[in-house]
């Protein structure tokens, strides 16, 4: 670190007003097709595929377990992402980083439909350990594109659109998991969220080059 020089900070023209400084970051991720794909698929995935508000569900009605079980649940996610963030910082992706991106998150997908169609509790928690793995992978990958494609000028607006989309998607993902479940039912409808995840990055596969042959 000691070994990186310092760069001088880039002066702005004037101030400019709040709105337009958000309307600014929001063009520039449209306008930048890895930054677009790379958020979109972050908020539609979380957006059908989170599982979460339905944990206390499968707990008690499906895998009959008290509240030890739904603890470890819970935490298996959380567990599954802490542990790939140790391993990647020994071993950091290098290569195909857009491939990788959309196999996890496509992974992550095939992991929510394990874990709605498990009845069984160990399967249900390596499923959930699965998905936080892949989950920590995307995570990763998704937040080094947005430093890498961003100028610096751009950065704190783009991770304010960042900070958008996450938000909203992990709040909306539960609103859409409980309507999905009443209308569908509890276990048709996570089925459904992890089906509509591998949907959206079969779309972002085909509609995205630019992000599926991103490296770094």
């Known amino acids: 670190m000691w070994r990186i020089k310092p760069k001088p900070p880039l002066k702005e023209k004037g101030e400019q007003k709040t709105?337009?400084?958000?309307?600014?970051?929001?063009?520039?991720?449209?306008?930048?097709?890895?930054?677009l794909g790379?958020?979109?698929l972050d908020l539609f995935a979380v957006l059908f595929g989170g599982a979460v508000a339905m944990i206390p569900v499968f707990a008690k009605d499906i895998l009959k377990m008290g509240p030890v079980g739904f603890g470890w649940l819970n935490a298996a996610s959380d567990i599954g992402a802490i542990l790939v963030i140790v391993l990647l910082t020994v071993f950091p992706l290098k290569k195909q980083q857009g491939k990788k991106l959309l196999l996890a998150v496509g992974g992550f997908g095939?992991?929510?439909?394990?874990?709605?169609?498990?009845?069984?509790?160990?399967?249900?928690?390596?499923?959930?350990?699965?998905?936080?793995?892949l989950d920590g992978i995307s995570v990763v990958i998704r937040g080094t594109i947005l430093q890498l494609k961003t100028p610096d000028q751009m950065r704190g607006r783009v991770m304010s659109v960042n900070s958008m989309f996450i938000n909203s998607s992990n709040e909306l993902g539960q609103f859409e998991s409980g309507v999905?479940?009443?209308?569908?039912?509890?276990?048709?409808?996570?089925?459904?969220?992890?089906?509509?995840?591998?949907?959206?990055?079969?779309?972002?596969?085909?509609?995205a080059p630019a992000l599926r042959k991103m490296e770094y």
């Open 180 to 207: 999905a479940a009443k209308l569908l039912g509890v276990v048709p409808s996570v089925v459904f969220g992890g089906c509509m995840t591998l949907l959206v990055v079969a779309a972002t596969w085909v509609k």
């Open 19 to 35: 709105l337009e400084s958000v309307k600014e970051g929001l063009r520039f991720v449209f306008r930048t097709k890895e930054v």
């Open 110 to 133: 095939l992991c929510i439909i394990v874990f709605a169609l498990s009845e069984i509790f160990w399967i249900s928690f390596v499923a959930l350990l699965l998905s936080g793995i």
């Open 38 to 40: 790379a958020l979109s």
